[in-house]
């Protein structure tokens, strides 16, 4: 009945994790769960404020244009040479999406032909991968080697891959491994994209997502950049924004007018309202950032004293709400996992939820009070490993 794109899909790990965690609430423990990457902080009130009186104008109940209202994407604009130092049209180099993701999922139709190859790291977010396999495209896996600060060698990659490589995917700060990218990887990339012809997609959903003093680069401060590529950024992660569906597209205009135009025939862009209140979370007061990212330091650096205990060795990240943990000897990420919720009703992510290389790893994340993963930490030292 359905289609072979729909029967080759990977199998759908965390449905089972899901699962797993529904027995065990249903046996009546306090499941702690560490295990999704969603803010539990809610949206600041001025953007809740600021859809309201939107939605209440009925000039803005019709559909929008895809390219999305040019009031947000001024303020898109406005907001990255403020908070990354990029000039910016707002006309030719920024598209609003509805969410990060689905320009993630759409831009591979707007760019590869069937069998065509865009490189993927691994492991990472899944749309990536799904986005190119939708598209009846083939991903090449690049591994992300703890060895190499979980970035893709780019001289590993074969050449007559690179050749016929139409995209590249990348996302630093990364989800899932925490890690940053210094700024010569980026060179190397452009230099990468431009000797090979591959469009590069970076994927910037956690650049404000920093401790410790570190700030996150956009790919297109870097030279060239804007010659070979856009940034992927989303309004998710930074104002506690996931259910509201609201981010935007940048750089490379050519490149923004292919997704563009898939999206013209699929999506009517995003309700205007929503568009507003993004504009408020952009224009408004950005004190909840670096709350934000205060009060994720205060859980990292709680969570580190559990892993502790456990006997896994991790540097604290210094972006993202994950930390990206090793398994300790006799485990797979599945069965770490297992043991976790099982035996501490703690949900962990298996690292192969993010593909074959993620084996050997799992994920935290960090979206539950410092009370709660102080109780985790309580949890793990009692646990046998
Ligand atoms: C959360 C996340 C996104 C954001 O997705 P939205 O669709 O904007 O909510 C994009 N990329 C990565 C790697 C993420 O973790």
């Not at 707007?110 to 492991?123: S, T, W």
Request: a negative charge; hydrophobic letters at 40%.
């Amino acid at each position: 009945m359905y289609s072979e794109r729909i029967n080759n899909l990977p199998p759908y790990l965390f449905a089972a994790i899901d699962k797993a965690k529904a027995g065990v609430i249903e046996k009546g423990v306090d499941v702690i769960d560490l295990g999704v990457g969603d803010p539990d902080m809610p949206t600041p009130d001025n953007v809740i404020q600021a859809l309201y009186r939107s939605a209440q104008n009925p000039n803005r109940h019709q559909y929008p244009s895809y390219t999305g209202m040019l009031s947000f994407r001024e303020v898109a604009a406005k907001w990255y040479k403020e908070h990354l130092g990029i000039e910016l049209d707002p006309v030719s180099q920024v598209l609003t999406l509805i969410g990060s993701k689905e320009g993630i999922a759409h831009i591979p139709l707007a760019f590869i032909n069937p069998g065509e190859i865009a490189l993927v790291p691994d492991p990472a977010y899944p749309v990536y991968k799904i986005g190119t396999l939708f598209a009846d495209g083939k991903p090449f896996i690049m591994p992300l080697l703890e060895e190499n600060g979980f970035l893709p060698d780019l001289d590993a990659i074969p050449k007559d891959v690179a050749k016929l490589a139409k995209l590249m995917f990348l996302n630093y700060p990364n989800n899932p491994t925490s890690a940053i990218a210094p700024e010569k990887f980026f060179e190397d990339v452009i230099e990468f994209a431009k000797e090979n012809e591959v469009i590069i997609v970076h994927d910037n959903a956690y650049s404000e997502m920093t401790f410790d003093g570190y700030k996150a680069p956009s790919f297109l401060e870097f030279d060239g950049a804007m010659d070979v590529g856009i940034e992927m950024h989303s309004l998710s992660k930074t104002y506690n924004m996931t259910g509201w569906r609201i981010g935007f597209a940048v750089g490379n205009a050519e490149i923004l007018d292919g997704l563009g135009r898939v999206k013209t025939n699929i999506d009517s862009g995003a309700f205007e309202a929503v568009q507003e209140a993004g504009i408020e979370a952009m224009q408004g007061p950005q004190q909840c950032i670096s709350d934000m990212n205060k009060l994720y330091t205060q859980r990292r650096d709680a969570l580190m004293v559990g892993l502790k205990e456990l006997g896994i060795d991790v540097q604290p990240p210094k972006a993202t709400f994950y930390v990206w943990a090793p398994v300790p000897e006799g485990y797979d990420s599945m069965g770490l996992s297992k043991v976790l919720l099982e035996e501490a009703g703690i949900v962990a992510t298996p690292g192969v939820g993010f593909g074959d290389y993620g084996e050997g790893y799992v994920r935290f994340s960090l979206t539950r009070s410092v009370e709660r993963i102080n109780e985790a930490v309580e949890r793990m030292g009692q646990l046998k490993i």
